[in-house]
């Protein structure tokens, strides 16, 4: 195979990256670089112009930290720097939650599935919002079920509780036959992704509709991310469901999401982001694809107004992805990219996972090498993590669904 330069990961320790050779894996072909650069131009999709970077410290000074113990510490520390300059500060849980049955067919998708429609009623100092969370659990398995929760970023139909209109960005009927339960909330019911309304859901619900906000408070992503936790309240009171055994997944912003959901509350077992790209897997500091600036000038109310202070200065962020990526260990994270989604930074998004295995070993897992982004349609899996990059562009699809079930048997049917 055709060897290539590639700007990869040979020192996760605060030292500078460098271009290293690279013989096999994946490689972005010269069409998609091409359809990129048409789609959005300006931007850079060539590897010999990603510039050498400095990744900050994982484990502290010179890394200092040695065990999983002294970690807990130090996860606390990475935690509060993304809340106060990438995601913002979230409250906890409301003064007052509620589970009310909207819905319940146990003869679903033919008799294989009951469906469970619930509505989330949340109040708060006299204000009172709802949100939805539709559920499906196989009736073929016994026992607590384990769960694939969705963050739907598209149209309410991919999550058509009916199943009158199916759709593979949430292929229910796959994903019961394999045995697990899958579930989703519709984003734009916790906060309208718009930058002129996005407080309208449950950041009004908690701050009131007007007035000044810090520079550290919550926008639309945890805002989204707030409510799947909120979701996870109800798990834990449902008996057919394995609460212990809980993932979380998201495609482009839910992806995102799905990433800032799993560092904030850990109850999530299983982390899995798909083409999350800038704001969400992919090193900021690559400077491939999109950008912080792009970002944040495209999606104002997506991070809070500390992160527009570094657009252009990605090099001066006290965090990168890869630190978001190690707040998940030890529980298990997947992430996924696709070849034609170039926008996203599939290989950033790979380096950033490499990035966390000094984490991930504190627990005994094998590092994932920089040098070891695998070919098209081919998993890695290393310990806790894995990672593939598919055919196709920017989508969620049955095929990464395939994948992060087989994952998921791999973690949980030990």
Do not use: C
């Amino acid at each position: 195979m055709t060897s290539y330069r590639v700007f990869a990961l040979i020192s996760i320790v605060g030292l500078p990256v460098i271009g290293v050779a690279q013989s096999s894996g994946w490689m972005a072909q010269p069409d998609a670089v091409a359809r990129a650069s048409k789609q959005q131009p300006g931007f850079n999709y060539d590897e010999e112009r990603v510039p050498a970077y400095t990744l900050p410290d994982l484990l502290g000074a010179a890394g200092t930290i040695r065990t999983s113990d002294e970690w807990r510490s130090r996860r606390d520390e990475v935690l509060q720097a993304f809340r106060d300059t990438v995601y913002g500060r979230s409250p906890g849980k409301p003064e007052r939650l509620e589970f009310k049955s909207l819905e319940e067919n146990r003869n679903a998708m033919d008799g294989k599935a009951t469906l469970t429609r619930v509505g989330i009623i949340v109040q708060h100092e006299g204000r009172t919002h709802q949100f939805e969370l539709i559920l499906f659990l196989p009736n073929a398995r016994e026992g607590p079920v384990p769960v694939f929760l969705l963050i739907n970023n598209r149209a309410e139909s991919n999550t058509d509780p009916t199943r009158q209109e199916k759709s593979g960005f949430w292929p229910a009927e796959e994903i019961v036959a394999r045995g697990y339960g899958i579930a989703a909330l519709q984003y734009g019911q916790l906060a309208p992704d718009n930058k002129d309304r996005y407080r309208d859901g449950v950041i009004a619900f908690f701050e009131g509709s007007s007035g000044p906000r810090p520079p550290h408070a919550w926008g639309a992503i945890a805002a989204w991310a707030w409510g799947a936790s909120r979701a996870m309240d109800y798990f834990e009171t449902n008996r057919r469901i394995d609460a212990a055994r809980v993932a979380i997944v998201g495609h482009s912003r839910g992806g995102k999401a799905a990433l800032w959901t799993g560092a904030e509350d850990q109850r999530f077992a299983l982390v899995i982001s798909n083409e999350s790209g800038e704001g969400g897997a992919a090193l900021s500091r690559r400077g491939f694809g999109e950008t912080v600036a792009r970002i944040n000038t495209s999606f104002p109310h997506w991070f809070t107004d500390t992160y527009k202070t570094f657009n252009g200065r990605e090099a001066e962020l006290p965090v990168d992805q890869h630190m978001l990526l190690a707040l998940v260990a030890p529980r298990a994270l997947y992430v996924a990219s696709a070849d034609g989604d170039l926008w996203s930074d599939p290989r950033g998004e790979f380096l950033s996972l490499a990035a966390s295995s000094p984490v991930f070993a504190l627990w005994g897992d094998e590092p994932i090498r920089a040098d070891q982004m695998p070919p098209l349609d081919t998993p890695l899996i290393a310990g806790r993590r894995g990672y593939h990059i598919r055919r196709g562009g920017h989508n969620l699809t049955p095929y990464d669904w395939q994948r992060f079930a087989d994952f998921a048997d791999r973690q949980w049917r030990k």
